[in-house]
């Protein structure tokens, strides 16, 4: 096994050697962008550690990794245009950098090439590895369609939210490990350990990204904070706090876009007051080890690859940006 810090070195050198036409520019300029803003390369550092610890030369799943990336970007530059989002990883967005249209545009472009590249070199393994990219694709599609419908409804449940994160962001976690498992040779049992490793993680992730935009440091996060309160964006936060707040703060606020300032600070206090920031962290570490037990689904796993991915999943719990 090797470490995360040379996986991600070496999907950054896939990314900087992968070829793309010159023209035209107002097309591929904003994809190289995307990708060049970097980011912790999670899913594609997935994808190269499962095959590593199932024994295939990374060099030979290096495709799918960078395909895996790929999409990832492609559903970042739409979710930007479309929650209006104006920093991604300190940058400013493609949509601000250029414009709406041009993110649209280039994204598409990004989600057919990502296809592409899964593609390539995946030999036996190829009808399997294109019927799951293909299953996530339109999964983590109609995740993003289900966060849209929630931003109309006020009866959204914390199941409803649970199921909308596997979708938009767990399953795409969970198909980069299955895809390194699967470009392996393994059986059914592995690859479906290793996908649903994935998943909880996925589903931690996502919850730890809504605990930092409320509780979190915007200069090691990335961006401002406090950006789902000012948008009523449902998170697992606002979604408990609509339910248990009964000193009639958070209907005070719903819908209200004047003074953010204050807007965030009382809210913020709200969640506070409603034990809301435990209880996520709670919930964060009870997906962490639902995601650490998995590995004790998969025959063979070496100590070494065990503690690598149960470290991988424990610093979730406590990450920063």
């Known amino acids: 096994m090797k470490t995360t810090s040379e996986y991600q070195e070496f999907i950054e050198n896939a990314i900087a050697n992968l070829e793309l036409p010159s023209t035209p520019k107002g097309l591929y300029q904003p994809i190289l962008y995307s990708l060049e803003s970097g980011g912790k390369r999670l899913r594609p550092v997935l994808t190269l550690a499962v095959a590593d610890a199932l024994g295939l030369d990374i060099n030979l799943v290096v495709n799918q990794a960078l395909g895996i990336e790929l999409f990832h970007n492609f559903t970042l530059l739409h979710d930007d245009v479309m929650d209006n989002s104006e920093v991604r990883r300190g940058r400013p967005t493609v949509h601000c950098r250029w414009n709406a249209r041009t993110a649209i545009l280039s994204g598409d472009a990004m989600s057919i090439i990502a296809g592409q590249v899964m593609a390539r070199g995946a030999g036996k393994s190829l009808d399997k590895i294109l019927e799951l990219f293909n299953k996530t ?16 409804r006020k009866d959204v449940t914390e199941d409803d939210y649970i199921e909308m994160v596997r979708l938009k962001t767990a399953v795409l976690l969970a198909c980069a490990c299955k895809t390194g498992a699967l470009m392996a040779g393994a059986d059914a049992q592995v ?12 589903l ?7 605990y930092l935009d409320t509780f979190g440091d915007p200069a090691i996060f990335g961006k401002a904070i406090g950006g789902d309160i000012t948008s009523d964006k449902k998170t697992w936060l606002l979604i408990n706090a609509i339910r248990d707040d009964k000193t009639g703060t958070i209907d005070k606020w719903l ?13 913020t206090d709200c969640y506070r007051i409603l034990n809301l920031d435990t209880r996520c962290s709670q919930l964060i570490d009870s997906y962490i080890e639902q995601a650490i037990n998995q590995l004790n689904n998969i025959p063979g796993l070496s100590e070494e690859a065990r503690e690598y991915f149960t470290k991988l999943a424990d610093r979730s719990r406590t990450r920063s940006n």
């Open 137 to 152: 694709a339109i999964e983590v599609i109609e995740g993003q369609q289900y966060d849209m419908d929630f931003e109309h």
């Open 191 to 202: 690859a479906d350990a290793f996908y649903d490793y994935g998943e909880k993680l996925g």
């Open 255 to 267: 819908g209200v876009n004047a003074r953010p300032a204050d807007k965030v600070q009382e809210v």
């Open 204 to 210: 931690a992730f996502q919850l730890r990204d809504d």
